[in-house]
């Protein structure tokens, strides 16, 4: 069964500074993987997505990911973080079943 | 274009009455239907989905009861709501049907539920 582990559920970063969020999955095949945001109150939004392709996925609002098969990572990245990137975020996994998220991570920006 | 609706948007129900929740996309034929449960600090859980008219799995065992009457409308009830079923409620779609497995999910608004 696929799964994905989303490790810290808070992280708090400095504006400018890097955004790094972590996801690992688990699969016994090739996933497809999902960041979603979520802004309080709203529904998710898709962020990136990954689907065998390209290693390096980019995605809205400036975030990218990298699938490393190695590691079993989906880590979420941007290189300067701004205050309206202050949300949830979720990893999720795909594979002919229905989304799997990971618990998410709160982003906190601090001014 | 593709959208989806939800409602209510908010919800304040007293114990042990009935719920009823609906979900509707629009511009779209066949799509594959879910309804999730977000609880404070919990993540998202899967409650429901459905691949078709009348289809529909469970994935937890609850007091809630999914139906699908046609296409596009995905209905979330219970008969008796407990405390515990207090939460943020999302109904998504994705195409159906197209062999692509790779489909992301496209969230509704949600439907914020107090039970009291």
């Known amino acids: 069964a696929q799964s994905v582990t989303q490790l810290g559920s808070h992280v708090s970063v400095s504006e400018g500074a890097l955004v790094l969020l972590r996801c690992n999955y688990s699969?016994?095949?090739?996933?497809?993987l999902f960041w979603y945001v979520q802004y309080p109150n709203q529904g998710l939004q898709l962020l990136l997505k990954?689907?065998?392709?390209?290693?390096l996925v980019k995605g809205i609002n400036g975030f990218e990911a990298e699938f490393k098969k190695s590691e079993t990572s989906f880590h979420l990245t941007k290189p300067s973080a701004h205050m309206s990137d202050a949300a949830e975020y979720f990893c999720?996994?795909?594979?002919?079943?229905?989304?799997?998220f990971g618990k998410g991570t709160r982003l906190s920006v601090i001014a | 274009s593709q959208t989806i609706h939800q409602w209510p948007a908010t919800l304040v129900q007293p114990v042990g009455s009935p719920l009823s929740l609906e979900c509707t996309v629009e511009?779209?034929?066949?799509?594959?239907l879910y309804w999730y449960r977000q609880a404070a600090g919990r993540g998202l859980q899967l409650l429901f989905y459905?691949?078709?008219?009348?289809?529909i799995s469970s994935e937890v065992p609850q007091n809630l009861s999914a139906s699908r009457p046609q296409d596009r409308q995905f209905i979330l009830s219970s008969k008796k709501l407990l405390l515990s079923d207090s939460g943020f409620y999302l109904c998504?779609?994705?195409?159906?049907?197209?062999?692509?497995?790779?489909?992301?999910?496209?969230f509704g608004p949600g439907t914020r539920l107090t039970v009291l």
């Open positions: 998504a779609w994705n195409a159906g049907a197209s062999g692509k497995t790779y489909n992301e999910q496209f």
């Open positions: 699969s016994s095949v090739p996933p497809y």
């Open positions: 990954y689907t065998s392709a390209a290693t």
């Open positions: 999720a996994v795909r594979r002919n079943t229905p989304l799997v």
């Open positions: 511009g779209t034929s066949n799509p594959n």
């Open positions: 459905s691949v078709g008219i009348g289809q």
